[in-house]
């Protein structure tokens, strides 16, 4: 059974950091790729970040040089570092993992979402 669980999120203040994780279980991790997406009340969901089996880092552009996504294999465990946090990154972010097949995607997880409000 597969399992994405992240944890860390919740309210800070303009300015402040939090530090996502997601624990994945159930999959063989060094062959997934790993994302980070967020959704607002009645907005799409969107990838904030991602990285790859190999470890490339991809951005939206607006978070670009205040997030940091990273992953632990020997942990089965991704990381967001979101510094200099801002009151339009307020949504739910969602972990997901991707196993790429060659030609498409031949999995795709999901968390079950951690809620991150920035607002004084």
């Known amino acids: 059974q597969v399992q994405l669980v992240e944890s860390g999120g919740g309210l800070v203040q303009p300015g402040g950091s939090l530090e996502l994780s997601c624990a994945a279980s159930?999959?063989?991790?060094?062959?997934?790729?790993l994302g980070w997406y967020r959704q607002a009340p009645g907005k799409e969901r969107y990838m904030v970040a991602r990285?790859?089996?190999?470890?490339?880092?991809e951005y939206l552009a607006s978070v670009k040089g205040r997030f940091t996504i990273s992953r632990d294999n020997a942990k089965n465990t991704v990381y967001l570092q979101m510094n200099n946090l801002k009151p339009e990154d307020t949504a739910v972010y969602y972990c997901?993992?991707?196993?790429?097949?060659?030609?498409?995607?031949?999995?795709?997880?999901w968390g079950q979402g951690t809620q991150v409000t920035v607002s004084s």
């Open positions: 990285i790859t089996s190999r470890g490339n880092p």
């Open positions: 997901r993992a991707r196993q790429w097949g060659g030609i498409l995607y031949i999995a795709d997880y």
């Open positions: 159930g999959i063989s991790f060094t062959m997934y790729d």
